[in-house]
């Protein structure tokens, strides 16, 4: 009898555990989440191979690119997957801008490449970042891989007065502890291209050079971070971590480039077939980079996977914001253009965009516009801080859309942004930008309409996505067609809405209707 009590308490005990156990998780989904996003450099949104399969057949309007991405395939399953997210002005440091500040790149401060001859292009100091936001709710914030925001200044750590990069003008640059906008750990640098020569700026300015392919150290780093294993982080504290790794940017032209078990899928392979969209020429010289950029982007892959591993074996899967995107797209030999970006056409303007989030809404398919100064302001939303967002943000929080509330707020169209340089100085540097061109994606079109120097049209392109998804064919711009005119009233609307230098110098506005 004693003993089938003893038994009986046993059990009991054994509920109660189980019990409390099971309470456990319910506890967890009330904590912060913590936010893990993750930005390869020039990965573009028809590299991924879950286009092809079950329900994403058709969810784009072109071929997905022939490419291995096991781990963006699974983690798909489990995502929110947009298929018209844009960068608006598909350039790095324009992009970044945008994605801290939640501000178009006339207002971030950041409206060109950034580099030593370009002082009008640097993060402004003052704006409030999406990591100084969460760093005022007692995140804690580390940044890992290229940084690319900063005018570089002769500030290296180890050789004050020097530049950290030899070139001219400098492209890379140290961030020093004061730019950093909230990011208490510190794995980074500003730009540079040597794939299995990477370098990186620590905490306290100290240099490490790795000697090996950068996603990989870079997921290496994320790892030892999440596993706390030095200390990096307060454990007590939620995180949010930002990696950004330059691969599949180029150079992609050899094994130097990407790891050979990598490459091995892809080099038997017929360029023409690796290069098997409708507007593809596999007959360009670029085209002999493409197992080695499809190499790359097989190689990201799998360390965004080591990363999603690690919080699955930590219990930190299901009350953290995934994000899987990228800061432009490539063209790859499409259109018959060697610039990789900064131009509208869908391989360079559109971006993939994948977030996981248990507690957001289920996994699903969506065409929603988003666009990059959304991405804060979205993040934000999601993480239960609408009102923290600061008052200046241009873009918009389309939290209750990604939740897929009824009736919430969706945009109708996405703005597109490209500048060059505008004068220079006597000393040669860049002091203001030149807005060459704007245009305007919707659901079904895209517009696009350059400038020249005195600010007459110069070029269009107009393209009907629906019909013409592989955008070969440029359709004449008849100012009175109706299509055009509901395309040039979005247009107004977004130049006014985003501050933008055409809306204020009324550029074309015999055509583009600046006063409603
Ligand atoms: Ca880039």
Known sequence: MRKFT???????????????????????VEKQP?????????????????????????????KADPVLTPQLDQFAQEALVLTNAVSNCPLCSPHRGSLFTGLYPGASGVPLNCNADRPISSLRDDAVCIS????????????????????????????????VDPRTPAWDAYTPKDKRHGFDYWYSYGTWDVHKNPHYYDNDGKRHEPKE???????????SYLKNENGQRDTEKPFAIFVSMNPPHNPYNSLDDCLEEDYNHYKEIPLKDLLHRDNANPEMDKAKSAPFYFANVTGVDREFGRIVEQLKVMGEYENTIIVFTSDHGETMCSQNIKDPKNNIYSESFDVP?????????????DDLLLGTPDIMPTLLGLMGFSDKIPNEVQGNDYSKAMKNIANAD???????????????NEEGLVTDYFPVARGIKTHEYTLELAIDRNNQL????F?????????????????????????????????????????HNKILGDWINYDN
């Open 353 to 365: 965009f994948l977030i996981r989030w248990p507690q957001m809404a289920k996994a699903r398919i």
């Open 213 to 223: 392919w950068s996603p990989q150290h870079e997921a290496d780093q994320v790892i």
């Open 463 to 503: 393209f009907n996505d629906k019909e013409d998804p592989y955008q070969m064919n440029n359709l004449q711009v008849n100012f009175k067609d109706p299509i055009i005119q509901v395309l040039l009233v979005e247009l107004a609307t977004e130049l006014k809405r985003s501050d933008d230098p055409w809306y």
């Open 132 to 163: 100084d936001v969460l760093e005022n709710e007692d995140y804690n914030l580390a940044y890992f891989g290229k940084w690319h925001l900063d005018y570089p200044l002769p500030n290296d750590p180890a050789n004050p007065g020097n530049y």
């Open 6 to 28: 003893y038994t009986l308490s046993a059990v009991l005990i054994g509920l109660v555990t189980i019990l409390v156990a099971c309470s456990t998780p319910e506890k967890q």
């Open 34 to 62: 913590n936010l893990v996003y993750v930005f390869p450099d020039q990965f573009r949104k028809q590299a991924l191979n879950f286009w092809t399969q079950g329900e994403f057949k058709g969810a784009i309007r072109t």
């Open 458 to 461: 110069k070029e269009t392109k």
């Open 410 to 424: 969706r945009p109708e169209s996405a703005l597109y942004i490209r500048n060059i340089n505008g004068k220079k």
